[in-house]
T-cell receptor
């Protein structure tokens, strides 16, 4: 089966650092994606990991451990505009291109 | 490149009616996906195409749902005999092209309300 878990909600303060965790159990694995989705808008791509380790892109970093079925998204120097839902998604195998999404983590950034 | 566009953006219909949504992907993308999203949930996979071939369809998708991509460009998603449980945001996404990282580019979605 396919199962992707992430916390439902998180809160943080402007300027702080927040880590959003994602664990997955899928029948195959061919990449993990993080998307940001503001309320009422389409998801937008943030990061992609297929090998173990950390990928850094500006204020956002994403980490993957395939042996543990675990990833996190790290957001630094939080800004009010970072208040959004963050979706973890897994591409489940070599014979499919579809992404399976978690339920998303709603992050609220307070001043 | 104008991004993925979907039409209509909003649709209100009565239970039992049929509805059709259209998606125009990014022009050089050969893969097109349909997802459904309800409030507080992540996108749920419905089906996807590579060019005009429908490669995969969710087992959760009832026979009332059908999707086509006749010429490998735009796609339509039809829901027959709508039910209140079909109320959701229907998202289309595309991927492919020369710089194919596998990321999906989403449209703004078509919001369906079934009364």
């Amino acid at each position: 089966g396919q199962n992707i878990d992430q916390p439902t909600e998180m809160t943080a303060t402007e300027g702080a650092i927040v880590q959003i965790n994602c664990t997955y159990q899928t029948s195959g694995f061919n990449g993990l994606f993080w998307y940001q989705q503001h309320a009422g808008e389409a998801p937008t791509f943030l990061s992609y990991n297929v090998l173990d380790g950390l990928e850094e892109k500006g204020r956002f970093s994403s980490f993957l451990s395939r042996s543990k079925g675990y990833s996190y998204l790290l957001l630094k120097e939080l800004q009010m505009k970072d208040s959004a839902s963050y979706l973890c998604a897994v591409r489940g195998g070599y014979n499919t291109d579809k992404l399976i999404f978690g339920t998303g983590t709603r992050l609220q950034v307070f001043p | 490149d104008t991004g993925v566009s979907q039409d209509p953006r909003h649709k209100i219909t009565k239970r039992g009616q049929n509805v059709t949504f259209r998606c125009d992907p990014i022009s050089e993308h050969n893969r097109l996906y349909w997802y459904r999203q309800t409030l507080g949930q992540g996108p749920e996979f419905l089906t996807y195409f590579q060019n005009e071939a429908q490669l995969e369809k969710s087992r959760l998708l009832s026979d009332r749902f059908s999707a086509e991509r006749p010429k490998g460009s735009f796609s339509t998603l039809e829901i027959q005999r709508t039910e209140q449980g079909d109320s959701a945001m229907y998202l289309c996404a595309s991927s492919g092209g020369t710089a194919n990282t596998g990321e999906l580019f989403f449209g703004e979605g078509s919001r369906l309300t079934v009364l």
